[in-house]
Structures are given as structure tokens and as C-alpha cells.
């Protein structure tokens, strides 16, 4: 099996993959908003190829406010209509239900645990197996591959970078121990 660091390094060509790989994808993040963002491009991903996700990013940016957790949450019809005729991103009701619904149950766990991450870190670490259970329970329209690249490139599981990727001891440098172990 071919990992993202040998696809990167060999699309030349591939700017997008390779800037991403290099700055973001396996990096340890902090900020709920920027989970939250995480995690509605991977659910957005899913039966598409991630380069129209990355080719699309700014667009997404915009379009769901920033990924503003509670502004999104209070999103409403005029807000599903507008998103479903945006061409810049993915027209798809149930990836645009599954951010709303998804920024609503983010917003109920900061009840309990203080925050995405908070919720996150209480329940590392995990099997993959486990984490999809409880992401299906916790979560809309977060099947495994959803969950696992999630998770992978938000530093939650290993396998993000090889060691031998020159990107690995970067992210090693930069989150908790765990990170690519």
C-alpha cells in the first residue's frame, strides 16, 4: 500500500497534495474550529478524490463562515439553500445537513467536556474500530474512512507520516507524544 508521503513526493506536479502533506496532514491542532473544518472537508471527501477538496478549500472557507462552530450551528433553511446552490464547494444535502448537525452535537460536548478537542483528548487513545463507534454514535455521516483520515490527520492516529518522510520528525516535534507512535 502506497502511503500519502510516497504519493506526494511522486506528483511533482501536485502543489495542492504536497503543500497540504507538508504543512497540515498529521499536525497536531488545538483550535475546535479548525478540527471541526477537519473534520466536514473529510466528511465533504468522501466518494471524491481530496485534491477537489484542497482545489476547493477557500471556497469552503467562505462559504461555511470560517467553520465557526456556533455560527454554523445556527444555521438555518436559507443557509442550506445557499450552500446547496454554491458551486465553489460540494452540493451535496447530506454533507451540508451533516456539518449543521454535526456543528449542533459539537456544541452539546462542550457541555460535558469543555470543547471538540477536550472531547477528543478524553477519549485517546483508541483503536480505529473504537473510534468509528463512537464517532457513529457521537456523529453524522462519519463512516470509517471518515473517521480514520480524520483522526490521522489530526495527529489522534498513527500513520500519517512514514520515518522516513522529512515531514514525520516535524510533526513529532510539534505534538504530544502519542502522536505518530
Known amino acids: 500500500m502506497t502511503s500519502y508521503c510516497d504519493y506526494c513526493n511522486s506528483q511533482v506536479e501536485d502543489t495542492f497534495n504536497k503543500v497540504y502533506h507538508e504543512?497540515?496532514?498529521?499536525?497536531?491542532?488545538?483550535?475546535?474550529?479548525l478540527l471541526f473544518e477537519r473534520l466536514i472537508l473529510?466528511?465533504?471527501?468522501?466518494?471524491?478524490s481530496w485534491i477537489t477538496i484542497l482545489k476547493k478549500a477557500d471556497n469552503f472557507h467562505s462559504a461555511y463562515s470560517h467553520f465557526d462552530i456556533d455560527k454554523i450551528s445556527s444555521y438555518n433553511e436559507t443557509d442550506r439553500v445557499r450552500l446547496l446552490s454554491d458551486a465553489g464547494i460540494i452540493r451535496n444535502r447530506l454533507k451540508?445537513?451533516?456539518?449543521?448537525e454535526n456543528a449542533r452535537r459539537i456544541q452539546s460536548l462542550r457541555k460535558e467536556y469543555g470543547?471538540?478537542?477536550?472531547?477528543?483528548?478524553?477519549?485517546?487513545?483508541?483503536?480505529?474500530?473504537?473510534?468509528?463507534?463512537?464517532?457513529?454514535?457521537t456523529f453524522v455521516f462519519t463512516g470509517g474512512?471518515?473517521?480514520?483520515?480524520?483522526?490521522?490527520?489530526?495527529?489522534?492516529?498513527?500513520?500519517?507520516?512514514?520515518?522516513?518522510?522529512?515531514?514525520?520528525?516535524?510533526?513529532?516535534?510539534?505534538?504530544?507524544?502519542?502522536?505518530?507512535?
Request: aromatic fraction near 12%; include cysteine; hydrophobic fraction near 40%.
Open 23 to 33: 504543512t497540515q496532514y498529521g499536525f497536531p491542532l488545538q483550535d475546535d474550529n
Open 145 to 181: 474512512e471518515i473517521v480514520k483520515e480524520f483522526l490521522m490527520s489530526t495527529g489522534y492516529l498513527p500513520g500519517a507520516h512514514t520515518p522516513d518522510c522529512p515531514i514525520y520528525n516535524i510533526v513529532i516535534a510539534e505534538g504530544p507524544a502519542w502522536i505518530l507512535s
Open 96 to 100: 451540508v445537513n451533516a456539518a449543521i
Open 115 to 137: 470543547s471538540f478537542k477536550g472531547w477528543l483528548d478524553s477519549n485517546h487513545p483508541q483503536t480505529l474500530e473504537n473510534w468509528t463507534k463512537l464517532f457513529k454514535r
Open 42 to 48: 473529510e466528511i465533504n471527501q468522501a466518494g471524491l
